[in-house]
């Protein structure tokens, strides 16, 4: 069983930046198409970005051209930096497989709370 863990949010003023880290092991990273999806307050969860073992991305409108979704493989996480946020992008971001519908229920992690204040 995999652990993720998700790290680096934090509350930020509306246009600010913040860089999200997503830990797993490096095999599980380099294998598996990895994104960050996030659930923000009383709604569903949804995705954000995703990224390929070939480093082909993808972002969903509303994050494309401030988002950026990377690999590192010398600290082996999966990054999300965020730049000009918005206060719709408050939410708890996790990482995990893509596409969500072959995650596992019980491979989430604890999630990273990112707040942005207008």
């Known amino acids: 069983q995999v652990q993720l863990v998700e790290s680096g949010g934090g509350v930020v003023q509306a246009g600010g930046s913040l860089r999200l880290s997503c830990a797993a092991s490096e095999s599980f990273l380099q294998i598996n198409p990895m994104a960050w999806y996030r659930q923000p307050p009383g709604k569903q969860r949804e995705l954000v970005a995703a990224i390929t073992p070939t480093d082909n991305t993808h972002y969903t409108d509303s994050v494309k051209g401030r988002f950026t979704i990377s690999r590192d493989n010398t600290k082996n996480t999966i990054d999300l930096q965020m730049n000009s946020l918005l206060p719709e992008d408050t939410a708890v971001y996790y990482c995990?497989?893509?596409?969500?519908?072959?995650?596992?229920?019980?491979?989430w992690g604890q999630g990273t709370q990112v707040t942005v204040s207008s």
């Open positions: 995990n497989i893509f596409p969500e519908i072959k995650t596992r229920w019980d491979s």
